[in-house]
């Protein structure tokens, strides 16, 4: 049973936007931190944006001022908006989450792959020029 599900990538032109979405309707964990990575062939795994149940997000350098990521106001959905897209954004995006069924506050932010256990199949982008 699939606990992360992404949709929504595609193929847009540079300077375009997309949004990717991520099914996590079945995450069963109250407090959390999810995030977007992508990889792109023959690269590592890269960190793009992370949030946790208390809203707090953080950005990768590369794509700070162009992507936001958020959720549905619960962790049902999240998302990843991408605007302004460049070429070098082209890469399979994946979602990912790590949780725990009680903390006391909400978890740090993290863009290291091994901070997260759960992860999605991942969904294309390809950002033409």
């Known amino acids: 049973q699939e606990q992360l599900v992404e949709s929504g990538g595609g193929s847009v032109q540079t300077g375009g936007s997309l949004r990717v979405s991520c099914d996590a309707s079945?995450?069963?964990?109250?407090?959390?931190?999810m995030a977007w990575f992508r990889q792109a062939p023959g690269k590592e795994r890269e960190g793009v944006a992370s949030?946790?149940?208390?809203?707090?997000?953080i950005y990768s350098d590369s794509v700070k001022g162009r992507f936001t990521i958020s959720t549905d106001g619960g962790k049902n959905t999240l998302y990843l908006q991408m605007d302004n897209l460049k070429p070098e954004d082209s890469a399979m995006y994946y979602c990912?989450?790590?949780?725990?069924?009680?903390?006391?506050?909400?978890?740090?932010?993290?863009?290291?792959?091994?901070?997260?256990?759960?992860w999605g199949q991942g969904t294309r982008v390809t950002v033409s020029s």
């Open positions: 990912a989450a790590n949780g725990w069924r009680l903390l006391a506050r909400s978890p740090p932010l993290q863009l290291a792959p091994g901070y997260y256990n759960t």
């Open positions: 079945k995450f069963p964990y109250s407090f959390y931190r």
């Open positions: 949030i946790n149940n208390g809203g707090t997000t």
